[in-house]
């Protein structure tokens, strides 16, 4: 056993776990946050997508070791409770889900995508989304949402936000 400290939804933590212990394996069965889901073991369909120091990363190719020292946010930890990050509620809006296995990775991927290109194209979404994988919707109302959720609709130029059907911030997104 060995000794992790990290910081996960904004708690400190320090747990002692096997050295091979997996961070998705680490949240779920440790912290008890089962929002990031184990859906191969392919390292192929993001579903144990979170937030590793405001970067997405698939929490099945990191070691909890490796996050020591590190802050971890999880979908449970995006807005406060009984409120929804507003790329969570452009999911919503625009029929982002069907299941919903797929979906809080979807959703902190498409956040750690907006951090790094608030106002993305269609196929920059597209192109950033490609690691989640999602077997019920056909992607469309995903792109929808995130493109929602940053301002903007499907389809606009570049630079184009007045035909966005959210007219949320990206600060507001990105916060
Ligand atoms: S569980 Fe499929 S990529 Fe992590
Ligand atoms: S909503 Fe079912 S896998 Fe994406």
């Keep these: 056993m060995m000794r992790v400290e990290l910081t996960v939804n904004g708690e400190r933590r320090a747990d002692d776990v096997e050295p091979r212990l997996l961070l998705v394996h680490y949240l779920r069965e440790v912290c008890g946050l089962r929002a990031a889901n184990i859906g191969c073991d392919t390292t192929s369909c993001g579903a144990c997508t979170v937030l590793l120091n405001g970067e997405s ?77 999602c077997r019920c919707t056909g992607y469309h109302n995903i792109v929808r949402a995130v493109l929602a959720a940053a301002g903007r609709a499907a389809g606009s130029p570049p630079g184009d936000n007045t035909a966005g059907v959210s007219r949320r911030s990206s600060s507001e997104v990105t916060a």
Aim: glycine fraction near 12%.
């Design 57 to 133: 990363v698939k929490s099945c190719t990191v070691l909890a070791a490796q996050a020591s020292g590190q802050e971890v946010v999880t979908a449970e930890g995006l807005a406060p409770a009984g409120e929804l990050h507003p790329v969570q509620q452009a999911f919503r809006a625009e029929h982002g889900l069907q299941c919903g296995f797929c979906t809080p990775g979807m959703v902190m991927a498409a956040v750690g995508l907006l951090r790094e290109n608030p106002c993305p194209t269609e196929q920059q979404v597209r192109e950033g989304l490609e690691g989640n994988l």
